[in-house]
């Protein structure tokens, strides 16, 4: 029987993933989830939003630990007040969490793009109280010894941007290597504190959100220039159908795909529709896992012209 005062404390906080576009946060969120909480593709800028995913963990005291992992978009120079936005996003995670993960590829250099990132990372902390902890992503796409340089590289760059750096972790999200002892490295640096969200939740993202985003992670693959940039998705209904027989019930749902011009609405629609339909099956799926029943996915498409730079029609999509 434990008495008062000697059961182990309790842990929580907040520990965002920031990086350059495409270096492997959202694949990292998700891996520690242990769950697919955002949309991953090979295009830069993929994520929008800052989505929560919540870890709960063991500590090595026996206690319990909430680690609530913000993923942010990557950050880069901004050609539209869009890129603007998401940089924005960026800052404010960096101020409010307890720990901030400095993301770095172990298949492509240390670049400027990272020296201005760690330099705002270092302007940005307050030392006594955000710990900064570097982590190496993507290290089955690095060859030979790909990440033990890259960890010399992280730590000149640190040195040079003076950074403080806690630990360094070469992770894949892919493998789930590494990814245990990062979720471990970060939940040592938590705070004491009480719980945060209620046990059967794992992400903050609303039904109507994340369904938006499986279309947008659909739309994204196989289109090229600045198509993926102009994608804006917008979830209008949920509909249960009535009068289905209990046992085949299904759930009608329909959901605006934007994009800026009308050159662009022809290639997401594709020959006889083509393109669309492969986009509307590959997201059903995920959505009817996400909601656990049947859909019938209705997808349009319209343009929102220049909507990335409309401070107006950004608003509308919930920038
Ligand atoms: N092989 C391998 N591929 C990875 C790994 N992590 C990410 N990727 C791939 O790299 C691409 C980018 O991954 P994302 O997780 O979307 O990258 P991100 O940093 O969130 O990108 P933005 O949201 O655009 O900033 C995708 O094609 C992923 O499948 C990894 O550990 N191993
Ligand atoms: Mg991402």
């Known amino acids: 029987m434990s008495g008062e005062g000697t059961a182990p404390a ?21 891996a520690l989830v242990g769950e697919k909480v955002a949309i991953t593709s090979d295009k830069p800028q993929t994520t929008r939003r800052s989505i929560r995913g919540v870890v709960r963990r063991e500590t090595p005291q026996g206690g319990q630990a909430e680690l ?13 007040l869009l890129g603007e936005r998401l940089n924005d996003l ?7 969490v307890d720990v901030v993960t400095l993301c770095l590829p172990a298949d492509a250099q240390v670049g400027p793009g990272d020296r201005r990132l760690a330099a705002q990372v270092a302007e940005q902390v307050n030392r006594g109280r955000t710990k900064v902890v570097v982590a190496i992503t993507r290290t089955d796409l690095g060859r030979g010894d790909d990440t033990p340089q890259r960890l010399l590289q992280a730590q000149q760059l640190a040195t040079n941007v003076g950074l403080e750096v806690a630990d360094f972790v070469p ?74 027989p209990e046992s085949r019930p299904l759930t009608d749902v329909r959901v605006l795909v934007y994009v800026e011009r009308d050159s662009q609405k022809a290639i997401v629609i594709g020959k006889k529709g083509e393109r669309l339909k492969y986009v509307g099956t590959r997201a059903r ?19 929102a012209k220049d909507w990335q730079r409309d401070p107006k029609q950004l608003r509308r999509l919930g920038f």
Do not use: W
Request: with cysteine.
């Open 10 to 30: 309790y842990r929580s906080g907040f520990a965002c993933l920031v990086g350059r576009p495409n270096v492997g946060k959202s694949t990292l969120l998700n």
């Open 68 to 80: 609530v992992m913000v993923d942010t978009p990557g950050v880069h120079r901004p050609k539209t």
């Open 90 to 96: 960026v800052r404010d995670s960096i101020a409010e």
């Open 285 to 303: 799926r995920g959505i009817e896992g996400a909601l656990g029943v049947p859909v019938h996915l209705d997808l349009r498409v319209k343009v």
């Open 171 to 244: 992770t894949s999200g892919e493998t789930n290597d590494g990814i245990d002892t990062l979720a471990d490295v970060l939940v040592s640096h938590l705070p004491a504190g009480p719980p945060l969200f209620p046990l059967e939740q794992v992400h903050d993202v609303p039904i109507e959100v994340l369904i938006a985003e499986l279309v947008r992670e659909a739309a994204l693959d196989g289109v090229r220039d600045e198509l993926p940039h102009s994608l804006a998705v917008v979830t209008e209904e949920i509909v249960p159908r009535e009068e289905r």
